[in-house]
């Protein structure tokens, strides 16, 4: 189901800043459906989060940036993340960021301009043994090498 657009004034965001009677404790609680709803904290969107829980915007966007699960950017159409869990850097994590990197023009932590692809890392996906891991989209790369790595991104829809 595509995100609603924010031409509908937050409309989709109403029934969660009603529920929150225009309490600033329950920021977190609308930043995190906020994003859930518009795919990213836009400022216009934290600007409207502010009006209505009547909080300074400096205070809605301290909170928004201080968490890293809050994006302030539409999600890229695909996301490569790295493991960089000490199983996975010992077993050649290193090799394959610098392969994502190259391969992608990007550093670590960043998304392309054009919103095709972003490049993050996470500390560790639980299945060290397999190690070193990439999940490209959601789906797991195991015991990766950076050629099998610039096979998969080969694949990768435009
Ligand atoms: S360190 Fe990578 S899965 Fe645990």
Do not use: N
């Not at 109403?14 to 929150?20: A, G, N, T």
């Not at 790369?141 to 050629?147: A, I, L, S």
């Amino acid at each position: 189901m595509p995100l609603p657009t924010e031409t509908d004034s937050f409309a989709a965001l109403e029934p969660l800043l009603l529920r929150s009677k225009g309490q600033g404790d329950a920021l977190i609680e609308v930043l995190h459906g906020a994003q859930q709803r518009y795919g990213h904290l836009s400022d216009p969107l934290l600007r409207h989060v502010a009006t209505r829980l009547k909080l300074p915007l400096s205070r809605v966007k301290g909170t928004a940036s201080f968490y890293h699960l809050f994006r302030f950017q539409p999600p890229a159409r695909h996301r490569c993340v790295v493991c960089t869990g000490t199983a996975c850097q010992i077993q050649g994590g290193p090799a394959l960021i610098a392969a994502l990197e190259e391969s992608l023009g990007l550093q670590m932590g960043d998304r392309r301009a054009d919103g095709w692809v972003s490049l993050s890392e996470v500390r560790c996906l639980g299945t060290c043994s397999d190690a070193p891991l990439v999940l490209i989209d959601g789906t797991i790369g195991r015991q990766q090498t950076p050629e099998g790595l610039r096979q998969r991104l080969r694949g990768l829809a435009p």
